[in-house]
């Protein structure tokens, strides 16, 4: 059977989409970007999108494994962190997306976190963040490039990690955040670093939770994780 790969999004409103149907302003819409869906298909998955919902355990009982995908950041009174240099802060999708990752944690499906995803990750873990990166030091994490595919700092692995299986020691990668693991979770141990010591990979020792902090899905090179994500799935 293909697994059924389940892909977190976002909720607008329609005047956020557009002021072309002013009669469609107060609807709220449901928004994926669609490169996420692509990397699962090509890595033999079937993606599902998921809305926001009230009982996210109904998608985990259906689902063989989880994305969390990117987006604005974490609520920072989730991690008793200053709300200052936080954006886009969005206390339903993360009611909905920590009660989807505690979901998934019970059933034991695998969790693949990118970006926003990895801090999700830790934090629902009692992690904590980096409040604000500035794009001016180290790697210049939050220096957004204009093409999202552009490979701006490089990343190495720790030995026997299921990205050093992955990735070998080090690969090159894009860069679109302007927070960072900063305590890790409980039972995590962080795999990736970037050059200026900035997390960019976590894991948790059971094997079944991998989270990165750049974007593969925007990349053109093929990207293991998905694979990864997608073959632990089929292994259910």
């Known amino acids: 059977m293909t697994p059924l790969i389940g892909i977190t999004g976002r909720t607008a409103l329609g005047s956020d989409i557009t002021s072309k149907a002013p009669h469609l302003a107060d609807s709220p ?22 809305p926001v919902i009230d009982n996210p355990w109904e998608y985990v009982q259906r689902l063989d494994a989880i994305i969390l995908t990117g987006g604005g950041d974490v609520d920072p009174k989730r991690w008793n962190g200053p709300s200052e240099t936080s954006f886009l802060v969005s206390e339903e999708r993360d009611a909905f997306e920590f009660d989807l990752l505690e979901a998934a944690i019970e059933a034991d499906i695998p969790v693949l976190g990118i970006c926003r995803g990895l801090q999700v990750i830790n934090v629902h873990l ?17 220096n957004a490039t204009e093409d999202r595919q552009e490979l701006v700092h490089s990343v190495s692995f720790e030995p026997e990690s299921i990205l050093f299986e992955l990735y070998g020691p080090t690969t090159m990668v894009n860069s679109f955040h302007h927070q960072a693991v900063d305590r890790i979770g409980l039972g ?15 894991e948790h020792a059971g094997g079944r939770i991998l989270g990165v902090q750049w974007h593969p899905e925007m990349l053109k090179e093929i990207q293991p994780v998905f694979d990864w994500v997608t073959q632990i799935a089929r292994s259910r």
């Open 29 to 50: 819409v449901d928004w994926f970007f669609g490169e996420y869906a692509s990397r699962v298909r090509n890595a033999g998955g079937l993606p599902v999108e998921l």
């Open 126 to 142: 009692d992690g904590s963040l980096i409040p604000h990166l500035d794009p001016v030091d180290g790697d210049g994490h939050s």
């Open 188 to 202: 995590l141990r962080a795999t990736g670093h970037s050059s200026d010591g900035t997390v960019e990979g976590i």
